[in-house]
């Protein structure tokens, strides 16, 4: 026994040194293998207080470029507007609009991350907001990610620059479906796999989000195809999204809330079993 | 003793919040970032117990975490730098350090140099070996590596002599 704590004593800087770099080891491995980081995320009163700071002095200086993006959706908006009461049997073509299951709440930007491999935006609504996990979010340009973590009034997304963000997306002009990926590299481009080789896939078409996922409805814009390759076998595209957001550059996002996603689940489930 | 707390009690706080509010949002040529939060390791006063500087090391790290959501690779790589300190103190001052006699203010700026660039160098390195996961992607890592030491190196050594007590 006396051994014992003779040689704790005498490697007590080692065994420490030991001990705190595999809780911080730990955490890593847990970030990257599981869906979510659960336990360190910036979706608290501290960080989020401190962010909050920052953001309330930042926003100023983009204050010019916020009301110039605010004007453009206005525009589009009302054109779809007007368009719609000359002919008033045309169903308005934004399933945001046009289906009541979807809420939306708007929420600022405090911390927002790029140049890592999975980066995360942290947004000033939370829980309190009736905020949760796995509800969509987007600009007026396309969407930027999913919830990943709430705490009382922050939450952290997913962004779509992300190794472990999965999204169904589809062609705009046809239906076939792939999944949007992110390589890790630049923040302008993300990567569409498993397209079927029967799909039309030309350079400059647009690329949308698909039915499949029930977090966002059909048709919210991504990007344009810049490239496309045929994969090692030969089956599938890969294809090269330019996306229209500006990933480095976001002011003020929308998220949404599906409130059929709980109903869709448990149908998804009994079918499974 | 209460001025050496102080000191670096201060220096924790403004270090955390430069690097998490300026620094982490530099991303310079797209993905360039400095790490200067390191400096506190550094700096840290060598008479005091090495324990004593793990645990504030992990601390820094873990608080650098939280704000930037990047899991535990700051806290894993502070701790490893800090636990590695001696090492470079040895290599880079010599009989100095030996002696217990190091002034950080008043040391040969080659020595200092050599002290930082090992440190920041190993630092970087199992900072971004554990962000990016992934051995097929090696060159990314030692890119990374790389290009942020450079960045940290200067802005560290400007720093520690920006605000160096002795002004002669």
């Keep these: 026994m006396q051994q014992i704590f003779n040689f704790v004593i005498r490697n007590k800087t080692f065994l420490l040194f030991l001990f705190l770099f595999s809780i911080g080891l730990a955490l890593t491995i847990q970030s990257h293998s599981y869906h979510r980081s659960k ?42 507007l007007f368009n ?14 046009s289906r009541e299951n979807y809420r939306i709440t708007t929420a600022d930007v405090y911390k927002n991350s790029y140049s890592s491999t999975n980066n995360f935006i942290t947004i000033n609504k939370g829980k309190n907001d009736s905020v949760k996990q ?42 076939h479906i792939g999944s949007l990926t992110w390589n890790g590299k630049t923040p302008e481009f993300v990567q569409l796999i498993d397209v079927s080789k029967f799909a039309p896939v030309k350079v400059g078409d647009t690329i949308v989000t698909g039915g499949q996922s029930s977090i966002f409805p059909q048709g919210i814009n991504i990007g344009k195809i810049e490239s496309f390759e045929t994969d090692i ?21 929308y998220i949404l ?14 079918s499974n079993e | 003793m209460n001025s050496i707390l102080g000191a670096n009690s201060v220096r ?26 390191i400096i506190f390791i550094f700096l840290f006063p060598i008479r005091e117990d090495r324990l004593i500087l793990l645990i504030t090391s992990f601390l820094l790290g873990m608080l650098v975490d939280v704000f930037l959501d990047s899991g535990g690779v700051h806290a894993a790589a502070s701790v490893f730098l800090a636990y590695a300190r001696p090492v470079f103190l040895k290599t880079s001052f010599g009989m100095l350090y030996e002696h217990q006699s190091i002034k950080f203010s008043n040391t040969e700026l080659g020595s200092l140099i050599t002290y930082i660039t090992l440190g920041t160098l190993t630092h970087h390195l199992i900072l971004f070996s554990l962000e990016v996961f992934n051995i097929s992607s090696t060159l990314l890592i030692l890119k990374k590596t790389l290009f942020s030491s450079i960045f940290t190196i200067i802005l560290c050594i400007l720093i520690i002599i920006l605000f160096s007590r002795n002004k002669k």
């Design chain 1, 257 to 270: 809330e599906n409130r059929d996603r709980n109903e869709i689940l448990k149908l998804q489930n009994t």
């Design chain 1, 233 to 253: 076998s030969g089956d599938t595209y890969t294809i090269q999204v330019k996306l229209f957001n500006d990933m480095t550059n976001i002011g003020t996002i």
């Design chain 1, 84 to 97: 719609s009461v000359n002919s008033e049997n045309n169903a308005v073509i934004d399933t945001t609009i």
């Design chain 1, 134 to 175: 796995d509800f969509g979010v987007v600009t007026s340009k396309g969407i930027i990610g999913i919830i990943d973590n709430t705490s009382k009034n922050y939450a952290t997304v997913l962004s779509i620059l992300s190794k472990k963000s999965r999204i169904n997306a589809k062609l705009k002009n046809s239906n």
């Design chain 2, 12 to 37: 924790f706080i403004v270090l955390l919040l430069v690097q998490v509010i300026i620094c982490s949002h530099i991303n310079f040529l797209g993905y360039i970032n400095p790490y200067i939060y």
């Design chain 1, 39 to 80: 336990f360190i995320n910036s979706a608290n009163a501290l960080s989020g207080g401190v962010y909050g700071t920052v953001n309330s002095i930042d926003k100023y200086f983009d204050l010019e470029k916020e009301n110039e993006i605010l004007a453009e959706e206005n525009k589009r908006l009302k054109e779809q």
